[in-house]
């Protein structure tokens, strides 16, 4: 597998999972509240406004990282702003959890559909990743 290659199917997958989050938010703010693993019910009751809101940002981002996937060399501006948000909803995490807000099980809790994506993401953002990932392999 070439190093493009295996860039598009991390957004790939990322957007796949980001995508199915987002609509399941949409579709049923409460199933998703209660049922998703991520322990909402530390945060306080539903509210599906917010929850919507959310979902449409998900929805948004795995759109565009399943954009990315098929179109990488012209992505970047795309990549970046699925990966801001990304980034920045794992930070808010933190901040919840050092003011207290949330309980530090969620450290552990929100690994994979929180902190994972945004580091992954966090790192191929970086320009000199991104850049070597998609150099031809003739050039290395």
Not at 6 to 13: D, E, R, T, Y
Not at 87 to 94: F, M, Y
Request: with cysteine; glycine share 10%; aromatic share 10%.
């Amino acid at each position: 597998m070439t190093r493009e290659k295996g860039l598009a199917l991390v957004c790939g997958m990322i957007g796949l999972v980001s995508l199915g989050n987002g609509l399941w938010m949409l579709l049923s703010s409460t199933t998703w509240f209660d049922y998703i693993p991520a322990a909402m019910h530390d945060t306080g009751p539903p509210n599906s406004h917010l929850i919507h809101d959310v979902g449409l940002a998900y929805l948004t981002v795995g759109g565009g990282l399943l954009w990315c996937a098929r179109n990488l060399r012209r992505s970047r501006a795309v990549f970046l702003g699925a990966t801001f948000f990304m980034v920045g909803h794992a930070l808010s995490h933190v901040a919840e959890m050092l003011l207290g807000q949330l309980p530090h099980t969620h450290w552990y809790i929100d690994v994979p559909l929180v902190f994972l994506p945004a580091l992954v993401l966090g790192a191929l953002a970086v320009p000199s990743v991104w850049r070597y990932l998609l150099a031809d392999a003739s050039t290395g």
